[in-house]
T-cell receptor
Framework: AQSVTQLGSHVSVSEGALVLLRCNYS??????LFWYVQYPNQGLQLLLK??????LVKGINDFEAEFKKSETSFHLTKPSAHMSDAAEYFC????????????FGSGTRLSIRP | DAGVTQSPTHLIKTRGQQVTLRCSPK?????VSWYQQALGQGPQFIFQ???????QRGNFPDRFSGHQFPNYSSELNVNALLLGDSALYLC?????????????????FGPGTRLTVL
């Protein structure tokens, strides 16, 4: 069985500050891990994915995440927040099989203060 | 290259009615999954279709059914609508063949259909 826990339903940072969104996963098989972003009234956009090639994964818009097996974590970071980063962020886990479903966390809403 | 498209964008129904939502996958994709996203929550997996058959199903009642057509497009049908069915319904597509080659198991999501049940 697979599951994802996102710590903090709402995170607020100042513009230019570090963004850190936390995600812990549980998986009985080596996982694929994803971060998606959802802007208001829109669908989900893939930010980055971990597929076992490298533990530090870089995504779009300067976001990155580090896979830490010992901590079962896949936290999302961005060095400097921009106002346009305000959105809902979802961590998700899936298996290696092409037929695997993707399990989502409950989401973290990121707010940016001017 | 068109991404995943869904129709309609918004829909309002009353309790007890039936609804059909439609999804066209990204070009080259053969697998379609449907998700329900209630307000303030993460998407919940409903079911997945490939080769015109339901292959996996999440914890949803039989009122939720689907279909996949030979061109890989898909429909989600919900019967006997309840107030609790109000949500954003997301369709996602992927390529099983590509996933087998590259190991990239990512899905591409459509913009969703916002269903309101009154």
């Amino acid at each position: 069985a697979q599951s994802v826990t996102q710590l903090g339903s709402h995170v607020s940072v100042s513009e230019g500050a570090l963004v850190l969104l936390r995600c812990n996963y549980s998986s009985s098989v080596p996982p694929y891990l994803f971060w998606y972003v959802q802007y208001p009234n829109q669908g989900l956009q893939l930010l980055l994915k971990y597929t076992s090639a490298a533990t530090l994964v870089k995504g779009i818009n300067d976001f990155e995440a580090e896979f830490k097996k010992s901590e079962t974590s896949f936290h999302l970071t961005k060095p400097s927040a921009h106002m346009s980063d305000a959105a809902e962020y979802f961590c998700a886990v899936g298996g290696y099989s092409s037929a695997s479903k993707i399990i989502f966390g409950s989401g973290t809403r990121l707010s940016i203060r001017p | 290259d068109a991404g995943v498209t869904q129709s309609p964008t918004h829909l309002i129904k009353t309790r007890g009615q039936q609804v059909t939502l439609r999804c066209s996958p990204k070009s080259g994709h053969d697998t379609v999954s449907w998700y329900q996203q209630a307000l303030g929550q993460g998407p919940q997996f409903i079911f997945q279709y490939y080769e015109e058959e339901e292959r996996q199903r999440g914890n949803f009642p039989d009122r939720f059914s689907g279909h996949q057509f030979p061109n890989y497009s898909s429909e989600l049908n919900v019967n006997a609508l309840l107030l609790g069915d109000s949500a954003l319904y997301l369709c996602a597509s992927r390529s099983r063949q590509l996933a087998g080659v590259t190991g990239a198991n990512e899905q591409f999501f459509g913009p969703g259909t916002r269903l309101t049940v009154l």
